[in-house]
């Protein structure tokens, strides 16, 4: 008979003990994923506990529903458990592991990368083309890349995308393998495409559809969500789009209104400023006693960083003409290098790991059907 698993931290306890109540319970079993999946194990190690708590979606319904919650005696207070495993999950599985540390004080580590980085590009323009070219109007094909050459704009960014791209694979591979799945198990492809249809549907955010839940609060928290998810998908395809007009048709930035890249990013944009300000808003409101122990400032800092790459973005499309460019230009591309070299050390990685923790729960129910 084995002995109670002995835990790396005292987060990761305090999660065992509420697992082992709820799993004793089950009243919450028809609220989201997470009791289900731990309805399929009797007890609880280090690597079940960090799928538990990325797979959970944080709506607070086990809270509001809770006959234990505080101020009970079993004080069991799930959404404050798992995040405070989740956040820890984060830094656990950051690529390269020295970076670890960019989680911590995540906002103002975030903002003053933020400032860094649109400054530095403002003194590198200003250094390479004068203070004349980049206050002077520029305008029709052509008018960006008067300031910064295309070649440089594509190696600076495209490297810095690059980056990201690769710290999130890492540490995407890392909690994969560390919670249970080597990377040489077989996850079935109907379970990924389960999960690409639960992670699109944000399937689990509303806590069942049981309640009122605070009057509709966590509708409308889906539905910012779904605002910034798909916002920033239109975005990514506005500058897909401008990339094969480039080197395909020899079509040169900035479009006009009409053209497809500017209709993508204008519709994204417009996502990115309706649904990361809503998400601010419902953060705010949200009952005290359960935002705590979150990662509040991760969360802002990274919603605040779409929000200001969106805002400036529309400032540069209105105002592209005008001798206001140099210095938006400037402003909007150091927000977005910012943005690609802070993806892995954010909030952005919760969606990653997200879908991971929804891929293996689909695969799990598929193996439950089948015994």
Not at 142 to 170: C, I, K, R, S
């Amino acid at each position: 008979m084995t002995g109670a698993p002995t835990h790396a931290d005292a987060d990761l306890a305090e999660a065992d003990r509420l697992m082992t109540i709820c799993n004793a319970c089950r009243y919450c079993e028809g609220l989201c994923a997470v009791f289900p999946a731990m309805e399929m194990r009797r007890v609880f190690g280090d690597a079940d506990l960090n799928y538990l708590a990325n797979l959970c979606h944080d709506c607070g319904a086990c809270l509001d529903d809770c006959q234990f919650a505080p101020p009970h005696e079993f004080a069991v207070d799930v959404p404050r458990a798992l995040a405070r495993v989740r956040a820890r999950s984060y830094e656990r599985h950051a690529w390269p592991a020295a970076f670890s540390v960019l989680f911590v004080r995540n906002e103002v580590k975030t903002g003053i990368a933020a400032v860094l980085a649109a400054a530095l590009l403002a003194l590198v323009l200003l250094f390479t083309k004068g203070p004349s070219p980049m206050f002077d109007r520029h305008s029709g094909p052509g008018a960006f890349y008067a300031l910064m050459p295309h070649g440089a704009m594509v190696a600076t960014f495209g490297a810095a995308l690059l980056y990201g791209l690769l710290a999130l694979t890492m540490s995407a591979r890392k909690f994969w393998r560390e919670t249970g799945e080597p990377a040489r198990a077989r996850v079935e492809a109907a379970a990924f495409g389960q999960a690409t249809v639960d992670a699109a549907r944000l399937r689990y955010l509303d806590g069942g559809g049981m309640g009122c839940a605070k009057e509709g609060e966590r509708d409308r928290r889906a539905f910012f969500h779904h605002l910034t998810f798909y916002g920033f998908i239109l975005c990514f395809a506005a500058t897909a789009v401008a990339t094969l007009e480039h080197f395909l048709l020899g079509r040169v930035a900035p479009y006009p209104w009409y053209d497809l890249p500017v209709l993508l990013g204008s519709a994204g944009g417009l996502g990115l400023l309706i649904g990361p300000a809503g998400l601010l808003a419902a953060k705010g409101r949200r009952d005290p006693q359960a935002a705590k122990e979150r990662r509040f400032g991760m969360d802002v800092a990274f919603t605040v960083m779409l929000f200001a790459t969106s805002l400036t973005g529309f400032a540069l499309l209105l105002l592209r003409d005008s001798g206001a460019m140099g210095s938006l230009l400037a402003l909007h591309l150091g927000l977005v290098l910012a943005l690609f070299l802070s993806l892995p050390y954010g909030k952005f990685v919760h969606g990653i790991y997200r879908y991971l923790a929804l891929a293996r729960y689909a695969q799990e129910r598929r193996e439950a059907a089948r015994h």
